[in-house]
């Protein structure tokens, strides 16, 4: 067993078809778990140089120019203080938009060490279309699939595309794309969420 698990970790191709189920499983396993414990790594990683940040200022980014964006800012500058938070009404499905928030961002602070990639549409966007619970693929309306694919595909994409160059320049950055448990990744009827937050993980892995 030792050596076909050491084969499975070198890459080694197999038919285990025929095997029994056990060993099926074991091996199935082992690759899992390494992804687990190299993204703990990564995580332990990343808390540490974020915490060497310091208190920083940040740019919050909001569609409109609502009472929730005004009292976003008035929470954040109560707990880190004035001039530590600038508002931005942008569309993050826009690349003019998302430029224009680097751009904003960076001359106001002289720098872009964190990008939080939060902004999403959910399942409800397509139930609110089709006034069911449960909405199968063919029956999700285009308006619905179209906002959620803008939003939680072209919103990460466009404003990481945008910060990026600026990362990479002065040689630090951290991006964080927000993705959802595989169980609501899976749900029923969620295939355009799913399949939007599939893109981000896999997008987060290839960056």
């Not at 990026?164 to 951290?174: E, L, R, V």
């Amino acid at each position: 067993m030792g050596r076909v698990i050491w084969q499975s970790l070198k890459g080694a191709n197999h038919d285990y078809t025929s095997a029994p189920l056990n060993r099926a499983v074991l091996l199935l396993a082992v690759p899992m778990v390494l992804e687990m414990v190299m993204e703990s790594l990564f995580a332990v990683v990343d808390v540490f140089w974020v915490s060497r940040l310091g208190k920083e200022a940040i740019a919050v980014v909001g569609l409109t120019d609502s009472p929730r964006l005004a009292q976003t800012v008035k929470d954040a500058q109560a707990i880190a203080g004035g001039g530590r938070l600038v508002p931005i009404v942008a569309d993050v499905r826009r690349d003019a938009d998302c430029q224009r928030v680097a751009a904003e961002t960076l001359k106001a602070f002289g720098a872009i060490h964190v990008l939080f990639n939060n902004a999403g549409l959910g399942i409800q966007v397509v139930e609110n279309y089709s006034k069911k619970p449960r909405t199968m693929f063919w029956e999700t309306h285009l308006d619905a699939w179209n906002a959620i694919v803008e939003t939680n595909v072209n919103g990460v994409f466009l404003m990481a595309r945008a910060v990026a160059p600026t990362m990479i320049a002065q040689k630090f950055g951290k991006i964080v794309n927000v993705s959802t448990n595989r169980h609501t990744m899976l749900r029923l009827g969620g295939s355009s969420y799913g399949g939007a937050k599939a893109f981000v993980e896999t997008a987060s892995r290839v960056w």
